[in-house]
């Protein structure tokens, strides 16, 4: 037993330097981090998702390689000649395979836990709990591919064609019922560990589920190696047959739903447009595309879109480059949008006024200034640049006061901290997202009133001489700073008062509060009663695309939770007020920070 014990474990040697090399990619990839330190956790610790995922595919691969060759090559007429059984060969086997998977996970908890000791800042939070069990549903996870492994390489290369009917149909079914997802145990994943500060949590269903699968695929791979598998890896074998007709029809079949549900998507949105087509208006110095239906709103956009960029361009300071010139679609923007500058081009949607074009060209003589370092240095100039794209805006168009009341509820609701709106990803992790232009504009307002309105052109230029490296939030803009001649804490100074001013003209607030309920609802009530509208807003995390998030009225002070944004134990979710308007200007909703919650 040990001499064959020895040789599975040689056999396994290339999977052995396989998990090497994965743990040494994980440890570059910490160094090739921008921000290796977050909060008080030291490295930022996963939430174990795309680990237990390479993990699974890992195990399905050794589980693929180790059996069923034995019978497709011969070698079980030379096994059944030595002093053993077919058993002990298939325990020395499993044995080999259970290694292989356990030195990758081993080896990832070890180097995690090295990196977590040595990096992590005085006096933070322990991880070394969260790492186990990050790592335990990588185990199972590993488990559980290697079990399909085993049990699929008696169907050859059609293993891979099964595998990808699994992930197809998890996919389909993670569509119409989102929580099914962590229960499809073939797809792969199991569900995302759940923070709550520097502790992790986890449902035990499906890695049970997914060991429990495992531990079947494989036991069925060692009733196959006594024998019966000899007839699925011989020529013309009718149940391989059979299983192939059926993964290509379920697979056609499916592909082909997708593709007439996408087809039907398509012409819904778009049906129209690919009807009719769309024509061309032309100014001085823009082309501007429309379905023949918006003539009237094209021939009006055209009379305004060259007077807009001259008077645009004079405010951002883009005033040495010549007029700007691109095209103007008035075929839809994306989702969730009015309008959008798209590097090239400017998308509106097909009833929009000249404050959202103004907005958007706004956007595009920015980007003429800052050219890739606007990109690059995005995270940390977005409530800059939405601020001044608004604040432009109102002093071409009009429209409401620079440094409207709903800003001052912000600060009232203790929302304002200049080093965090810098950051735009640590900024919408927490606060709403529209906060960012709201900010951002009374922020553009406050330096003009300091310094000119030179001074948020000159930020843009000093910006395209930064280069393509990304810089810390705060340290970018004092530089930005230094080189404009500008006070940035006088700015902000300046910033903070207007605030304070837009605060004192502010009605009394309600003070929120909320709970899951027993139902599954988000109960949200104000303590003070003040009768204010109500509004919830969900998404399932705060890096899952902003098209998903999901917004409703609290109807007698309860909120549906969607089922769409459980896709584990937690969920996130923020509650908020509408603000009545006023003379000036239209009300606005004002969320609090979005909050972790446990699922119903």
């Not at 030291?42 to 050794?62: E, K, Y």
């Amino acid at each position: 037993m040990i001499a064959l014990l020895r040789k599975e474990l040689g056999a396994m040697l290339p999977w052995f330097l396989v998990g090497l090399a994965l743990v040494g990619m994980s440890l570059l990839s910490v160094f090739w981090d921008d921000d290796p330190l977050i909060e008080d956790l030291g490295l930022r610790l996963s939430d174990g998702d795309g680990q237990t995922m390479i993990v699974w595919i890992f195990g399905f691969l050794v589980g693929q390689g180790a059996v069923a060759y034995e019978e497709r090559d011969g070698h079980t007429e030379f096994l059944d000649g030595l002093p053993t059984r077919r058993s002990t060969v298939w325990i020395a086997k499993g044995v080999a395979t259970v290694g292989a998977v356990v030195a990758l996970v081993l080896g990832s908890f070890v180097s995690d836990v090295v990196l977590h000791t040595f990096t992590a800042a005085e006096g933070a939070t322990s991880s070394l709990r969260p790492l186990m069990l990050e790592h335990l549903l990588m185990l199972v996870g590993g488990f559980g591919g290697r079990g399909a492994g085993l049990l699929l390489s008696w169907l050859g290369p059609l293993a891979y064609g099964v595998v990808g009917l699994a992930l197809l149909i998890g996919f389909c079914g993670g569509l119409i019922w989102p929580p099914l997802r962590i229960w499809t145990p073939v797809v792969g994943t199991i569900g995302s560990l759940a923070w709550d500060h520097g502790s992790a949590s986890h449902p035990w269903g499906p890695p049970l589920l997914q060991l429990a699968t495992g531990g079947l695929m494989a036991l069925g791979s060692f009733g196959l190696f006594l024998g019966p598998g000899r007839a699925l890896v011989a020529r013309g074998s009718q149940i391989v047959a059979v299983v192939r007709f059926g993964t290509v029809g379920c697979l056609s079949l499916l592909v082909g739903l997708l593709g007439a549900l996408f087809a039907l998507i398509l012409v819904t949105e778009f049906g129209s447009l690919l009807l009719t087509g769309h024509d061309a208006l032309h100014t001085e110095h823009f082309r501007i595309l429309y379905a023949p239906a918006d003539l009237e709103r094209a021939q009006a956009l055209a009379e305004e879109a060259d007077g807009l960029s001259e008077r645009v361009a004079a405010l951002v300071g883009d005033t040495d480059q010549g007029p700007l010139e691109l095209d103007l679609e008035l075929l839809g923007a994306p989702t969730n949008h009015l309008g959008v500058f798209t590097g090239g081009k400017i998308r509106l949607a097909r009833d929009v006024g000249p404050d959202v074009l103004a907005h958007e060209l706004t956007h595009a003589h920015a980007r003429r200034l800052t050219g890739a370092a606007g990109m690059n240095q995005r995270a940390h100039v977005h409530f800059f640049e939405e601020g001044l794209a608004n604040w432009v805006a109102l002093r071409v168009v009009g429209g409401g006061p620079a440094v409207p009341v709903s800003a001052g509820a912000l600060l009232a609701t203790h929302q304002v901290r200049f080093d965090e709106i810098v950051d735009s990803g640590r900024h919408q992790a927490k606060h709403d997202i529209t906060q960012s232009y709201l900010l951002g504009q009374v922020f553009v307002e406050a330096l003009v009133q300091e310094d000119g309105e030179e001074a948020p052109g000159c930020f843009l230029r000093e910006l395209g001489r930064v280069g393509d490296d990304p810089l810390p939030g705060l340290a970018l803009w004092y530089g930005l700073a230094e080189r404009c001649d500008v006070d940035l804490d006088a700015v902000q100074d300046r910033w903070l008062a207007l605030l304070e001013e837009a605060r004192r003209e502010l009605p009394a607030l309600p003070r929120l509060r909320s709970r899951v309920t027993e139902d599954g609802a988000l109960e949200v009530w104000d303590e003070y009663q003040l009768g204010y509208v109500l509004r919830c807003g969900f998404r399932a995390e705060p890096t899952e695309d902003v098209a998903h998030w999901v917004y409703l009225i609290a109807d007698d002070g309860v909120c549906e939770v969607p089922s769409r944004v459980i896709q584990g134990r937690t969920f996130e979710a923020q509650v908020g007020y509408e603000l009545p308007p006023t003379a000036d200007q239209q009300g606005a909703v004002i969320f609090l920070p979005w909050i972790r919650l446990r699922a119903p």
